[in-house]
């Protein structure tokens, strides 16, 4: 089948706490409607059978609208289901041993917001990087420390994968962030918590739109 492809621009993760109220399909298709190009499963405390019938039920939704879904950790899970993609922390595992349990054709994404994470990132294994987090986050109490805008202009150079600015991100810096020259943005509360989350979608993909033309 080969490797999907992938836009980072607007890349929708979600938060199992914040879809609630209108549900995880909902949530998912009102953000897609409005334009999130890529989609994030994360759930960090349902069991394996849930999270395995969530990724099962996003992956209907998704794959007749070429959207793809890459599932956060849960390795063994994505494999099974055939989610197009895996995204780990640096403390998930090795990429090297993740790339050997999804094969080649899995998209594979990183978090690294260190000099130090960026230099350990093993060549020909990752697809792209999750760059930040960029301010602290309700959503990921236990974040590293947050590294600006500047911190993020200031790592982008140093590895040409592509890269997602991740953690604390919404309508307030998203200019910022794109004018870096990052690939996209990676949002939670910004979709999950709005009154209208496909009306948020649609008002993040303006700015993101505007930060690329120099508006």
Do not use: W
């Not at 794959?63 to 890459?70: F, T």
């Amino acid at each position: 089948m080969g490797k999907a492809a992938f836009d980072l621009s607007l890349y929708f993760v979600t938060d199992p706490v914040l879809v609630q109220p209108r549900g995880l399909l909902a949530t998912v298709a009102a953000a897609v409607r409005g334009g999130a190009t890529l989609v994030q499963l994360r759930d960090k405390t349902s069991d394996d059978q849930q999270f395995a019938a969530d990724a099962d039920a996003l992956l209907g939704l998704l794959r007749p609208l070429r959207v793809p879904l890459i599932v956060n950790d849960r390795v063994v899970i994505a494999k099974a289901v055939g989610a197009d993609g895996v995204h780990i922390g640096q403390n998930d595992g090795d990429p090297r041993r993740v790339r050997d349990i999804i094969g080649p054709d899995m998209i594979l994404g990183l978090s690294a917001g260190t000099e130090a994470e960026f230099a350990a990132v093993p060549e020909g294994v990752v697809d792209y990087l999750g760059v930040g987090p960029i301010r602290g986050t309700g959503t990921k109490p236990d974040h590293d420390p947050p590294i600006g805008v500047d911190g993020l202009a200031r790592l982008l150079p140093l590895h040409p994968l592509p890269k997602v600015a991740i953690g604390g991100v919404g309508p307030a810096n998203t200019h910022a962030l794109i004018a870096t020259g990052v690939d996209g943005i990676a949002v939670v509360s910004a979709i999950c918590s709005a009154d209208d989350p496909e009306a948020a979608t649609r008002d993040l993909v303006r700015l993101i739109r505007q930060a690329r033309e120099g508006a």
